[in-house]
């Protein structure tokens, strides 16, 4: 921003202060060392992701990866995965439309007990199969190592694999292969989450969680060939296209952060409300912080792995912890995931293989929890809440938020092993599924509660609603909401902020979500600013009426929808309430009336009955229509009357006669309003029969692929927009419904077809049924799609366009929603990179100064566009080494002073560059001799020279001898040229002096020894030459001549001289051992060597060794 901008800001009462965002914390601080500085290695490649701010600048990024000579392995909407050099990190850092900047970790595999632990923990009892729930109507996406889709969980011989597949309806090869291997992770995962042998022999061997819901089976081989993409949501729009609203992946990238692929699930889920995705916790426990990405995603349900059976009480010992590295809590639950039988692929296609296996780990435990959530979602589809028993009526489609609030409601405190302590704690998280505690049937003990607030709230915003306990059973209250996607380089992930509170019936105590002690909520502590599930949990709450509350503390991307779920409390209290289902009626109506009364909830066994009487303005006599309970003890009671234009029957006829503005008046007589008084509750509704006028219906802005129609109502109504188009003789039909009332109508149609004529009608219904439809007297409204010309992005392979070579390598992002049929660059035909999604070419750049470059992109329906694109060519320089000389002497290890003279003969300016210095053995001087050092000259202007002296340090291990000391300018090859073939010189010859090592003593005592025995040899060694040398050896030898050198000396004992300046001496005794083996008794001579390996340069190598006293061995 600039200094205006930041001003304001400065000034804004909330904004306790600024600093400017440095690019070091654009990168993990997994790159970085403990000083904050990138951890870089010359030469060494790495893969990362990196993401921009907008998709837009996502050329930018091309253009700098480029120019490093890097490699694309994908390129999704704002993100990408790299392949560059260690040194590029904190460049690419610095590039202004950079955001992030993590590594592409290597994804790694995580891995008929479990369905009645997670349906009841009570052995062998499948409470929810039981009630008629198997999963029925469910698509589940899993992302594994594929299906062995010929075992009989999943075999269908009447049909291919597609939507009339028993099983899968869809198998999606993108990122891997079309079948399972021999490994079979992927199988056993499918068989956990549903498999279903049933249809083979009616029994249930094996059967997964949910047995009858299908699979959308996305095949990932986890190789360097076939790599996930940075934005998960790539992936998951295939299998949402496909129908799956549920989402499991048994898989991990090894490190605890919100990176990439966790924030761009959490973006897919925010964008698409209604997908549930779930992540394995990971098995690197029991220490905490040990789970993976993107089970650390917010929105997601990250699963633990509880042991089974009789020991589901336990954490298996391997499950990772939480928390999450901003400390949010994880795993969000548990569910068994050792000892899991089920289907063993063997990776033969078509051999009808049936065989088991077990396998454990948290890749076994999610699919569980995915089959639960199959199962929740249809529990809501089918209508069985309030009810308990299914009612299509009470059918709705539920998000997210509230299948993973049913979830985490469920859980169970475990109390045994490797929990890290009582819910919500960093082993167990909220706990262990356990269906049966809310998904209630008729005749269940309880009530289940729920909200699904899709209009959700805005900053300060709060809903209430009060909610009836007792002490009978716990009140566990859940809130849980789909966040708005955090940034992976924040200090936590959370967005938009929400709380939940539950005051008691007193008044004054109040609970706040998450604050808990011993698994149990306690008054006081703050508010969560890190989760976005919060609970509260009071095991024997105080009978009364509580008022639960969620409000929103800060919503910067709102509004922000949530979904609660209550078990142990009702919204239905002693004081008895009667309701309409709408405000307004027209003649042919029918109205639902809905009593809730605690105390009319008189069979704890069985549904009760209420009557209310329903009157009108036409039918003062009215009607008694009889109310039934919607389940065992909801206290909540429904029931409905047809509505009739007439006069009224005598006698009564079941039907309520009304006209035009009556009003319809519902009466329930409350016995006792819990005060013990009686009272008369009274809802009311109105006949409307005037369908709403339409007017104005118009156009407004119309582009390629989308069209905006608006519309007036005089009064509120709902939205629609039915419109269609003819393709080649057949019509085309979309609808467009928005459902919130209003008298001011704009709907956007989207996904429109390019340069194609519509015809569309407007309906308005207004709250009481009466429909208008504006169809222009029958014509037909309509309007045409504009014929678009491509967009196109380019960019050139050097930074900013600007270059001293004589070529660029142009780079283009053509788009167009027919297609793109063809591209040109500098007028020649465009090559197309399937894996970056460019079209590019290499031209020349023929003028010094501006080059500018058509391109040409024509799509699929002939629309041209023309764009170009400006390279500015410098006039290159011509560097050489002028003038180079040194001393005509030098030592290893020692230090010379060289004099350079640089000269740029032009024509162009120079940038910065380096000279490298080297001796060589002749006077061609290259980068492969003896290396010295370097200077760096900033910059060299065209005619001009740059002299200076340097001092550097001669090798300390060079071999002796006359070198020839040379230059090489910009050895590096930083700078591109007129001439690259005069970059070097030779100057003058330069004696280089060495160490040179000679023993100087050499003795041993005693003078006698045994085979076997110890001597003591000491000795001295000297460097009399110029040079220092470098770390050596000296070795003692026991020989039998009066010479070093045979082949039959032998070796005894030796030791290390860390170095010797010239002129230096080193003197020791050293305890050698006489061998036992092959030494006969006699005289033998001590002998020593230095440097027998040859590790010293040495000016004279042939004085190294001398022989001491002779020794007498005996036996």
Known sequence: MDNDARNKVAALSFIRGMVRYKPAYKIHKKLKDDSGAVKAEKGKKIKLHIRVDEAQNLPILLSKIKKKSGEVLYRGTDMVRVKVDETDIAQLARIEAVVWIEEALQIKLLNDTTRWVIQSNEDNHTKIWDAGLHGEGQIIGIADTGLDYDMPWFYDPSNPIGRDHRKVVGYDPTYGDDYDDNNGHGTHVAGTVGGDWTPVDG????????????????DLVFSEERLLPADLGEMLITAYDAGARIHTNSWSEIFNAYGSRAASVDRFMWEHPDFLVLFANGNLGPREGTMGSPATAKNVISVGNAENGMNAENVFIESSHGPASDGRTKPTVTAPGTGIISADSDGVKDSYNSGTIEKGGTSMATPAVAGAAALVRQFFMEGYWPSGIARSADGFTPSAALIKATIVNSAQNMSGLNTDGPIPSSGQGWGRVNLSKSLLFSGDAGILEIVDFSSGLATSESWSLEYYASPARPLKVTLVWTDFPGAEFAAKALVNDLDLTVTAPDGTTTYIGNVFDAGVSVTGGVADRLNVEEQVLLETPAAGIYAITVSAFEIPNGPQPFALVIAGGSSVTPKGSIALDRGKYNTSSRAEITVRDLDLDLNSS?????????????????????LTETGVKTGIFVGTIQLSQGPPATGGNGLLEVAAGDTVTADYQDANDGTGASALATARAVIDVTPPVITAVDLGPIADTTAIITWTTDEPTDSKVIYSYDDGGSTVTGEKHIQQLTTAHTVELVGLREATSYTYEVHSADEAGNLTTDDKGGAGHGFETINLPPNIVCFSNWE??????????ISCMPTDPSGIASVTIGGFTARYDATEGLYWRKVWLENIGANVIPVTAVDNLGNERL????????????????????PPTGIANGKISITIT??????????????GFYLSEDPIITIEDISLGSLYINALHAGESFSSTIEVMVPVNMIPGIYYLGAIVDYREEQIEADEYNNSMAGNQIDVNGPDLTMTEVSSFPATAQVGGSITVSDTVKNIGLGTADRFDVSFYLTANATLGDLDDRELRGRTVYGLLSNGSSSGNTTVTIPLYNVTPGTYYIGA???????????DETNNSLLGNPITITE
């Open 203 to 218: 029994g249930t061997n094996a059967n997964g969680m949910a047995p009858k819901s299908k699979f959308f089976i996305q």
């Open 606 to 626: 069985a549904v009760d009955q209420t009557m209310v009487t329903i009157t009108s303005n036409t039918d003062v006599s009215g009607e008694q229509v009889t």
């Open 800 to 809: 900013d366009n600007v270059t001293y070579a004589t070529s660029a390598v």
């Open 867 to 886: 764009h170009t694109i400006e390279v500015t060519r410098r006039a290159q320089p011509d560097l050489y080494v002028k003038t180079v000389s040194g």
């Open 902 to 915: 640089v000269r740029n003969a032009g024509p162009g300016d120079a940038e910065e560059f380096s000279v």
């Open 1089 to 1099: 060597i230095a440097d027998p390996q040859d590790a010293v340069k040495e000016e």
